[in-house]
Nanobody, 121 residues
């Protein structure tokens, strides 16, 4: 089994900052891409940012210059530093990871349970 546990969400005023963490645990041989997605009420889940095992990053246009994704491969953990937060960033944030459990197995995508981020105006 593989588990992803997120932490760091909460309520913050516009212009403030939050740092999300997501730790993967369980039977893990390697993790390729890790990422953050978000889903606001009434909207579809959307990509926020991804980072490869080689630390190449990709960001949604809406968060470029404000959010920074990083990872600690030794800890199987991905982070999302969110600065200059806006009310439109309010959403449930989910992390995911492309995990290979054994040397011979394929990669499968695993999701965390989500953490609420609320930005007040």
């Amino acid at each position: 089994q593989v588990q992803l546990v997120e932490s760091g969400g909460g309520l913050v005023q516009a212009g403030g900052s939050l740092r999300l963490s997501c730790a993967a645990s369980g039977n893990i041989f390697s993790i390729n891409i890790m990422g953050w997605y978000r889903q606001a009420p009434g909207k579809q889940r959307e990509l926020v940012a991804t980072v490869t095992s080689g630390t190449s990053t990709n960001y949604a246009d809406a968060v470029k210059g404000r959010f920074t994704i990083s990872r600690d491969n030794a800890k199987n953990t991905v982070y999302l530093q969110m600065n200059s937060l806006k009310p439109e960033d309010t959403a449930v944030y989910y992390c995911n990871a492309n995990v290979r459990r054994y040397t011979w197995s394929s990669e499968y995508v695993h999701w965390g349970q989500g953490t609420q981020v609320t930005v007040s105006s």
